[in-house]
């Protein structure tokens, strides 16, 4: 570890799964191995214009956001974060996420969900606040970045106490697969988001996405991309929820 180094807690399908497949070959990379995947061929989208529109979400593979990435405080150490990560995961039940498909969120595409009793915002809002004791505080050149999106008021306190401002209340679930795209055509932008709503529309006919597990990636110096460096099952699986599910996609 360095102190360059930055970690994410993140959602990341398991890499047998074909949630894991679809969001690395939209993206073009996997974020398992770090290595590249052919992108789907779009009509009226060049493939030069795909690798545009999706290269920051490549750079973070194929995720949703729980804990915004950080660097650990100055004694803290990787082991300690591994230990804290198996000790959260041991007291986590897995969550079928509803009704996954195809958004805008804010300026870019997402996968989305319908988070029915917002137990994905209770599990973000844990991740939080219970991993928040190994995060250095932002430098003044990270918050100034944040505040680039123009944040609200409430937006600027969970940037201060959190380091994020997309916690607590502002939490939406969301599966990165666009950067912003307010420099393209409406048109284009409608072909896009249809190819992703067909893109993903195969394993959401055929499997579950569900969280059953944390994954800790790791950007090893500025601007490199992000890796799974650790991916925590959760201990307390719930047999009924998941079979329930599996039998829902037969």
Not at 79 to 106: D, G, K, N, Y
Not at 114 to 119: M, T
Not at 131 to 137: E, G, K, N, T
Request: glycine fraction near 4%; charged fraction near 20%; charge should be negative.
């Amino acid at each position: 570890m360095t102190h360059m180094s930055r970690y994410a807690l993140y959602f990341t399908p398991s890499p047998t799964t074909s949630w894991h497949a679809a969001g690395s070959h939209w993206l073009g990379r996997d974020a398992f191995s770090d290595r590249s995947c052919a992108q789907p061929a779009i009509p009226g989208i060049s493939s030069e214009l795909l690798q545009r529109l999706t290269a920051d979400a490549r750079r973070y593979g194929f995720h949703a956001t729980l804990k915004a990435p950080f660097r650990l405080i100055e004694d803290a150490s990787e082991q300690q974060l591994l230990e804290q990560l198996a000790a959260f995961c041991a007291s986590q039940r897995p969550i079928v996420l509803h009704t996954p498909h195809v958004a805008q969120h804010r300026d870019f595409l997402a996968l989305q969900i319908d988070d029915k009793g917002g137990e994905v915002s209770a599990l973000a809002a844990q991740c939080v606040s219970q991993f928040d004791c190994l995060r250095a505080p932002l430098s003044e050149r990270e918050l100034a970045r944040r505040r680039r999106d123009a944040l609200t008021p409430r937006q600027e306190v969970l940037l201060q106490r959190w380091g994020y401002p997309y916690t607590e209340e502002q939490f939406r679930f969301h599966m990165t697969l666009s950067g912003a795209l307010h420099d393209i055509d409406p048109e284009t932008g409608v072909r896009l988001q249809r190819a992703a709503a067909d893109h993903f529309a195969l394993p959401a006919a055929h499997e579950p996405l569900v969280i059953d597990a944390l994954s800790i990636l790791r950007e090893a110096a500025p601007g490199a991309p992000f890796v799974v460096w650790q991916r925590c099952g959760f201990m307390q699986t719930d047999a009924d929820l998941l079979s329930n599910s599996q039998r829902h996609y037969a």
